[in-house]
């Protein structure tokens, strides 16, 4: 079994900053690509930004120049360095990490980091 936890959530001023990070723990052999989704209040879970083992990265357009995505495979740790956050990034974020273990291969979700921004 394969475990997902996000940290680094919190409140911020709008203009503000904000890093989360997910670790993933478990038998992992391998995790390809992992990712960031977001849901608010009353809305669908939607992606925010993704990237490949190799590094390429695809972003919500909502979110291009303000949010980073990154990861260290060394560590299986995805992270998102939010910037010039608005009233609109408020949500749960979760991350998700395609995972294949010595006996199968599925998604893995977090549990999941609120995100407030609001002055």
């Known amino acids: 079994q394969v475990q997902m936890v996000e940290s680094g959530g919190g409140v911020v001023q709008p203009g503000g900053s904000l890093r989360l990070s997910c670790v993933a723990s478990?038998?992992?052999?391998?995790?390809?690509?992992m990712g960031w989704y977001r849901q608010a209040p009353g809305k669908q879970r939607e992606l925010v930004a993704t990237?490949?083992?190799?590094?390429?990265?695809n972003y919500a357009d909502s979110v291009k120049g303000r949010f980073t995505i990154s990861r260290d495979n060394a560590k299986n740790t995805v992270y998102l360095q939010m910037n010039s956050l608005k009233p609109e990034d408020t949500a749960v974020y979760y991350c998700?990490?395609?995972?294949?273990?010595?006996?199968?291969?599925?998604?893995?979700w977090g549990r999941g980091t609120q995100v407030t921004v609001s002055s």
């Open positions: 990237i490949t083992r190799g590094g390429s990265t």
């Open positions: 478990g038998r992992i052999f391998v995790i390809n690509t």
């Open positions: 998700n990490a395609g995972v294949i273990t010595t006996t199968n291969a599925y998604d893995a």
